[in-house]
C-alpha cells in the first residue's frame, strides 16, 4: 500500500488483456527484438501520428529509452566531439548526461521566467556571453515548444536546434528542421514501459541511428561505435495498443487540467504557468511563489504526494560544476532556475484522480 | 515464411499464456519499470540459481541488455579512463565497444588454437608484448569460462579480470574475484527478449551500478555521469516463467548436443570444439579446417541457414585498426582468429530441430 492518500502521479497504460493476442502473434513470429515486425508496424504507424510543420514525411527511429534516443540523436548529429550544447538549467538531467556522454560540451543555460525553459529570444540574448554549436531546449513539463519559432531561430543565427521533448509525445509538433527525442517511459503520457523515439526529417539521421542502435553493423562489421538500443516487440505491441486508446487517454487528462485550472484561478498564491495555459502538461507543476517548502510539508501533512521535478537545476549539482553557465545577466547567473527551485511543486496529474480530489488539492495547497 | 528450410538459430521462450496471470498483477501495481517488484524477485531468484565457485553470495543487478551491463560493470570497476583492457578478437563486437565507449583502450588479443577464446596461458604469454590494465575474457559461443584458471591468473598477475559470459547463462560458474557479465537477449539460452546481468560479489560495484544505470541519481541529485539501464517489468516477468522451465529448456539442449557430437564424431573433415567436449554451448560452430567458403556454399544450396558468429575477427574490421593487436608471436599477429575466419561455420542449433533435421544437416556438412 502506497503510504500517500493521493499519488503525484499514475501510469496509464493498455491492460494485458488488450494486447495477449499480439503478444500470442509475436509467440508465433518467435521474432522479440531486433527490428522485429511489430516495432516496424509501430514506427510507420507513429510516423502517420506525429505532425509535421509542413506535412514533410518524418523517419521515426525507435529506442529502447528516451536517454538512448538522445545520445544517438547527438552522436548521429554531425555535430564534433567537444561541440557546445547548450541545455536547460532546469531538465531531466538525462538532457544534459546525455551531452556529456556523447563527448560534448553542456552549456548550462537560465530559462526563461514566463516560460520555465529555453526561448529563442532567450538564447539568442545570452549569445552575447557564450559560444554554442547547438541548443537543445526541452519540452519542460510536457510543454508543447514552439517548433515554427525556434525554425526562425535557426534561420537567424544558423545554430542547429535539437528537442528533448521527452513529455510532450502527442502534444509537440515536430519541425523538419529540428530532430526531436520523445519518451514513451511509464510515466509519460503515451507510456509504453520503456521506449523513446528520434524523429527527424533527415534520412541520414535516421539511417545512421538506426546501425549504431544495433551496434554499428553494416553488412557484419562495425562501422561505427554503436551500441543496443533496439525497443523489443513486447513494447512496439504496448504502443500500437496504446494508440487506440489515446483519444481517451487525452481527453481524461484535458479534463482533469481543466478543472485544476479552474480551481487554482481562484488562489491568490498559487498559480500555474500562464504561458503555457493553453497546452496539455506531462506534470503540474505550479508556482509557489517562494513557498515551495512550505506547501510540501503541508502536502506531506495531508498524504499528498508532491514532487520536484527537474530540481534542483542542473547548475545546482555538484558534479555539473564545471560546466559554463550562463543567464540573462551574463556567465554564472542563473536567477530564474534558482527562483523556480524555491517555488515550484509538483503535485498530482493523472488520469485516475477524482473531481474531489483537485478540489482538496488546490484547498490544500491554497 | 522463411527462406530457409532450417533455421541457424529459433529462440524458446515462456508463451505469453505462462505469464498473463503476472503481467495482470504489473497492471495492478501500476509499477512498469524502474526496480519495481517483479525486477526484485528476479534479482533475488537469480541470484540463487547462480552457482558460485566458493559459494558466496554474489550481487545480481539487471539491465537493459548485455551491453550496457558490460558498460556498467567497465565504469564501475575502478578502472581509470584510458586503461588498457584486453579482448578476444574472436568475439561478439559488443564487447570491444563497451570498452571504447566507456573510454578504455581495448587491446585486441589473438585466441587460443584449442580454446577459440582467451586463455590464462595465452594471456600471460602475451604480456611479454604489451602491457595491459584488465583482461576480459568472453564464454565464446556460449562455452563457460574456467572460472577458477582465471582465478588462479588473477593470483599470480594481479591483472583484474572481468568475464563477458553473454552467452552462457546457467552454464557459467561466477567467481567471486570476476564480474561476469550475462545476456538475456532472445537469442540465448536463457532468453527473455532483451536483458542483460552483472554479476558481482563486491557491494560497491553492485550499488554504484545500479545507480549508475538510473542516471546516477542518489536522492535526487546526480553523483555520477550514469544513463538509463533499467530492465522493465515485463522482461523480469519472463525472467521468472523462464526459470520455471530451464530444466526442460536444457535437456532439450543437451539432447540435440548429443546427437550432434556423435554424428560430427564419424566426420573426418569437420570438428567441434573439442576442448570444450563437455559443456554444453549456446551456438554451435564447426571446424571445417579451412573449407568455411564451400561448406557455407553447400548449405545454401540445401537451404540450411549458417552464421559466422563473431566472425570476421575484430582486428579484421576497419574502424578498429588503432588499436593495439597481439598474439603469441607477437604484435600485429593474430593468426589464431584468422585461421578460424576461414574455418568456423555457425551450423543450426537450436530446440526445435529434429533428430532427423540434425543427421541431414551433418550429412550436408559432410
Known amino acids: 500500500m502506497s ?7 499514475k501510469p496509464d497504460l493498455p491492460s494485458v488483456e488488450t494486447y495477449t493476442s499480439l503478444l500470442a502473434e ?16 509501430f514506427e510507420a504507424k507513429m510516423a502517420q501520428f506525429l505532425s509535421s510543420t509542413d506535412g514533410a514525411p518524418l523517419n521515426v527511429v525507435s529506442c529502447n ?16 566531439k567537444g561541440a557546445k550544447v547548450m541545455v536547460p538549467s532546469v531538465t531531466f538531467p538525462a538532457t544534459i548526461l546525455a551531452v556529456i556522454r556523447s563527448e560534448m560540451e553542456p552549456v548550462i543555460a537560465d530559462v526563461c521566467e514566463e516560460e520555465w525553459t529555453l526561448t529563442p529570444a532567450g538564447v539568442e540574448a545570452m549569445l552575447d556571453y557564450c559560444d554554442i554549436d547547438a541548443v537543445m531546449p526541452v519540452a519542460s513539463f510536457g510543454y508543447a515548444l514552439d517548433s515554427r ?14 528537442f528533448d521533448s521527452a513529455a510532450a509525445l502527442g502534444q509537440q509538433e515536430v519541425s523538419p528542421k529540428i530532430p526531436t527525442v520523445f519518451s514513451m517511459h511509464a510515466t509519460k503520457p503515451f507510456g509504453i514501459g520503456e521506449g523513446g523515439l528520434i524523429v527527424t526529417a533527415s534520412d541520414a539521421m535516421a539511417s545512421s541511428s538506426k546501425l549504431n542502435s544495433n551496434f554499428g553493423f553494416v553488412q557484419g562489421l562495425i562501422k561505427d561505435i554503436g551500441f543496443n538500443a533496439k525497443l523489443a ?15 481517451a487517454v487525452t481527453l481524461k487528462r484535458e479534463q482533469r487540467w481543466a478543472l485544476y485550472k479552474e480551481c487554482i484561478d481562484t488562489l491568490d498564491t498559487v498559480d500555474y504557468c500562464q504561458a503555457h495555459k493553453n497546452k496539455l502538461p506531462a506534470t503540474l507543476m505550479v508556482n509557489t511563489q517562494g513557498r515551495s517548502a ?3 510539508k503541508t502536502c506531506i501533512e495531508n498524504k499528498i504526494q508532491t514532487r520536484q521535478w527537474y530540481l534542483p537545476p542542473l547548475h545546482k549539482h555538484e558534479i555539473f560544476q564545471s560546466y559554463i553557465k550562463v543567464g540573462l545577466q551574463g556567465l554564472d547567473k542563473c536567477p530564474v532556475s534558482e527562483y523556480l527551485e524555491s517555488s515550484l511543486v509538483g503535485i498530482p496529474f493523472h488520469n485516475f484522480l477524482t473531481n474531489e480530489q483537485i478540489h482538496h488539492i488546490c484547498a ?3
Open 26 to 41: 509475436m509467440d508465433s513470429n518467435q521474432w522479440y527484438t531486433n527490428f522485429g515486425p511489430f516495432v516496424q508496424k
Open 3 to 9: 503510504e500517500w492518500a493521493i499519488e503525484c502521479l
Open 233 to 247: 516487440e513486447y513494447f512496439a505491441i504496448v504502443g500500437l495498443t496504446q494508440f487506440e486508446r489515446w483519444d
Open 149 to 162: 519559432a525556434w525554425e526562425a531561430f535557426i534561420d537567424r543565427t544558423g545554430i542547429p536546434v535539437f
Open 65 to 80: 529509452n528516451a536517454t538512448s534516443a538522445l545520445e544517438l540523436m547527438l552522436q548521429n548529429s554531425g555535430l564534433p
Open 294 to 296: 512550505a506547501v510540501i
Open 364 to 366: 490544500i495547497i491554497k
